[in-house]
DNA sequence: AACGGTGCTTTGAACGTTCAAGATGGCTTA
DNA sequence: TAAGCCATCTTGAACGTTCAAAGCACCGTT
């Protein structure tokens, strides 16, 4: 216990008062901790329990005003709304940790369009002298993605670059992969007409998604047409698109989310119809969002702390290869898995 | 446009090569900046344009190893299956929204529990020179607050310290006057019987929005007996109360629910039910989540960015008398405003 | 005996800012 | 006219770290 005024404002341990105690120089302190290597022994156990006694610990600002690195990567924070599945907070919470555990620590901001948050990017570039960012929802077209290439400021995104020629590195999930195993379970259980809620055109993740169902289906030499119906991503969308393909005269007995909410919608639609979960009646989902557990929908869960871990790998990367050659982009692609509860 | 090295690690304007271009010292643009009052009118619009014309901006990691201030402040986060209401992630926009605003930054953390919180609470002070920090989440015996007392760490919390002594400041919504302006306009609806959804007995908060209703119906001489129920926090809990409590002899007519989880549980029995909105049924809820809004349940918003300005005016307070008399703590309640929709 | 190398250690400078103190010059006041 | 004050501006030091260079002791070669 430390006396009454707080031990972070007062003194605290420094390279020099170490080096003092253990009657050795500062850079040899500094050495011990980043080049250990340089030091025998001998001095190297002697400044080490200094190190530990007096519980010195360098001062970031300090090293980041010398070495231009603050061990700080950047995080856009998705407004709620946008939010919806709630993939964006759950990614933030396995990035911070993962970043965590490396020695990272994680600054978030919030930002409306392109414009502003290029204009964001100056702003704690310049005061921070951040690691990198991380960036999710890149969309086609990304003024994002294109500024940062330009200003050589190390990035990942989550998420592919869809349809943009655009050279980065990305970490992203496999969605056909995971809706295609999605469908693939709804076979097996014996449904024959497995039906496609999907997203209006346009959107690479949705279109990925979109052809798992479609490749799962003719893999089984099952019908897709007439199956697959797009909308907006809202729960109402969800249950009025269910309902209208259920009019058909015949009518699909399974059906493949592109998302929790959409499925979520759905899957109420067939509650309502009295339909259970069973032969006539399957939903799964996208994301694995609480609502889905709390549900009991079906989903395809993404792995979300592997993407984080992955897009530290490629900002370590492009940090370490900082003022050397561009080199390829690296480009990871995760599997999602399955997670099954009572609605398939 | 910068020649092909980025900017942020080549040559950016110093306080040294502003001085020199003004042809003043380097002190008179440091006072430009901090202290325009010690400067000539001349001299200074004479920086001020070299500054914009070079865009400098001052170095945080310099400022910081000179002030021990960071401009940064610190957000715990919750874990993805805790936030069930987005309450968190709206609050976390808000607060880096406003933080922003101010020329603050948010550094987020995660964290299992109080213990393993606190002791990132000294490797984050250790590291960065925090400004602060925002807790949320607090609950009875929190000892992360004692903790942040004990070594005079700024700090702020998002919601009460329910039944401790602990004296911090704090922001918090008035959950009570929100859960009653709920129930008056249900019974401003014409309902006799409202009941109140409610979580398990222990919370702070969730007693705080129950006495709410109780007193709303105490006003209007309507009868509360038998008409709360408590339950966890989820659709499947809120469904099946809703369910319970209409299989009484002398049913409710309306429903309010501690949470939009829980509402919407019970919402979706009324729909089931064929139970229109209206006459013999209404809900409302708690949080104005997403889900709230795309199901079109009427809900209790909490002022999220109002609580975010509060919080942050309570850090800065304690920021500038960090080494004066402790003072007594900022206490503001806020009042959470009611959102209309379909379902009352 | 001089030389080059290697393992370990120290020294001075630098990063970019703010603080504390001092310098300058004009104006007021005794 | 000297003293004091104020407004304005400058200088040197300090914050705590790392980089670049040098020093020193010891070794094996020549």
Redesign the interface.
Known sequence: M?G??????ST?PTLESVAREAAVSRQTVSNVLNAPHLVSEETRRRVEDVIARTGY?P????Q??RT?R???IAVG?Q???E??G?V???F??AL??RA?ARGY??????AGNDKSEIS?YEN??????LDGFVLTGTHTGDERTAWLSR???PFVTFGRPWGSAARHSWADVDGAAGIRAATDHLIGLGHHRVAFLGWPEGSGVGEDRRAGWEVACRAAALPTSGLAARMDN???AGRSACAELLQADDPPTAFVGVSD?IALGAW?EL??RGLQPGPQAAVVGFDDS??A????LSSVAQPLSEVASACLDCLQKLQEH?DGPAGSPDEVLLEPRLILRSSA
């Open positions: 430390q009454p005024v707080s031990r972070w404002r605290r610990r001062v970031r600002a300090a980041t005003l231009r603050s061990y700080l924070l407004t709620p709304a939010d919806r709630e964006g907070h759950g933030l919470h911070t940790e965590q620590r994680t600054l978030v901001y919030t964001t704690l570039l310049s005061d921070y002298d200003h050589h400021i809202s729960f109402a909410v109420s509650a309502a609480a609502a557990a709390l549900a009991g900082a």
